[in-house]
């Protein structure tokens, strides 16, 4: 299934749904309220509860409580309790990193990276916008960047899993685009911590839908690809990352992993940041971020 959370632009309700038959389909109407308005909840309350929703959307007929693309507004498809962000976990990405030119960034010792275990930090949720959204540049910063990534979603509460289990534990997968201040997380990462330059207010788009583990055929091996304004920027596929996604799940659950968190892949070479003359995004650049089987976000800069 395709999960969503989306509003109807005509009423403003914000309802559950399944994006099918290119429609969006209303399960919590459909259901009369037999299935809570809460992706959180639905993941929570197991897999019989995706078994109600598949059913309920199953019964849409392509008219009554199902909506055009132009209908809705898409939200996040499920808010996470938190978001796990796995660093430099593309190989190529990292030899990327050691050729910034930045003098704040020349600094921090990226040709010492160890890979012993995966390694990252948290996200504020609050971030979260969904696909087709329009994000402010922070005045904060002068240096705006993308990242396209893969957000690994929980649907099972887990504490340190194995990595032969951890598949287990995933309900599916959204793509991920990791929206950076490169100025203010340089300074952070002078100070060994960071919050700021990834945490601000829609950092963070997540969607355009929550794809199910049984429609893909090999999480692994998905093409990603990035396009600034129309042109690629970033073209790689998760058989690229250092830790795969079973890996990342294992080694992530050694905190208590629960419904609807989200670990991210990290995110392969291409950034702006790379380039010998950066030029930082602006006002009307459009971000698109297309995963294999997981669709398109979009994103605005204003």
């Known amino acids: 299934m395709k999960l969503t959370t989306f509003k109807i632009r005509e009423t403003g309700e914000q309802t559950i749904g399944v994006y099918q038959d290119d429609r969006y389909v209303d399960v919590v109407a459909l259901s009369e309220g037999a299935i809570i308005a809460s992706m959180p909840a639905i993941l929570a309350a197991g897999p019989g509860a995706l078994e109600q929703v598949k059913s309920v959307a199953a019964q849409a007929d392509g008219s009554e409580h199902t909506y055009s693309e132009d209908e809705v507004e898409l939200q996040v498809p499920v808010r996470p309790g938190k978001i796990i962000h796995t660093s430099c976990n593309f190989d190529a990405h990292l030899e990327e990193l050691e050729g910034w030119e930045a003098s704040e960034w020349k600094e921090h010792g990226w040709d010492s990276f160890h890979f012993e275990h995966p390694t990252g930090f948290l996200e504020a949720p609050s971030c979260g916008v969904g696909s087709g959204a329009t994000i402010e540049i922070p005045s904060f910063t002068k240096q705006l960047d993308y990242e396209i990534e893969v957000a690994i979603v929980i649907g099972k509460t887990c504490k340190e899993v194995s990595v032969a289990d951890a598949m287990d534990y995933v309900v599916g997968l959204m793509i991920f685009n990791d929206v950076s201040?490169?100025?203010?997380?340089?300074?952070?990462?002078?100070?060994?911590?960071?919050?700021?330059?990834?945490?601000?207010?829609?950092?963070?788009?997540?969607?355009?839908?929550?794809?199910?583990?049984?429609?893909?055929?090999?999480?692994?091996?998905?093409?990603?690809?990035?396009?600034?304004?129309?042109?690629?920027?970033?073209?790689?596929?998760?058989?690229?990352?250092?830790?795969?996604?079973?890996?990342?799940?294992?080694?992530?659950?050694?905190?208590?992993?629960?419904?609807?968190?989200?670990?991210?892949?990290?995110?392969?070479?291409?950034?702006?940041?790379?380039?010998?003359?950066?030029?930082?995004?602006?006002?009307?650049?459009?971000?698109?971020?297309?995963?294999?089987?997981?669709?398109?976000?979009v994103t605005r800069v204003a």
């Not at 963070?204 to 600034?228: F, I």
């Not at 790689?236 to 250092?242: D, F, G, L, Q, R």
């Not at 609807?260 to 459009?286: A, F």
């Open 181 to 297: 201040a490169r100025d203010i997380q340089a300074r952070e990462h002078a100070n060994n911590v960071i919050l700021m330059g990834k945490s601000f207010d829609g950092s963070c788009p997540l969607g355009p839908w929550l794809v199910t583990l049984d429609e893909l055929e090999d999480p692994n091996n998905l093409a990603m690809k990035m396009y600034l304004n129309g042109v690629l920027r970033q073209d790689s596929s998760t058989a690229n990352t250092h830790y795969n996604i079973a890996e990342l799940v294992s080694w992530w659950s050694h905190m208590t992993l629960e419904p609807g968190d989200v670990i991210t892949t990290g995110s392969p070479p291409g950034v702006i940041s790379g380039m010998k003359v950066p030029e930082w995004m602006k006002s009307g650049d459009v971000m698109e971020c297309r995963v294999e089987g997981l669709g398109c976000l």
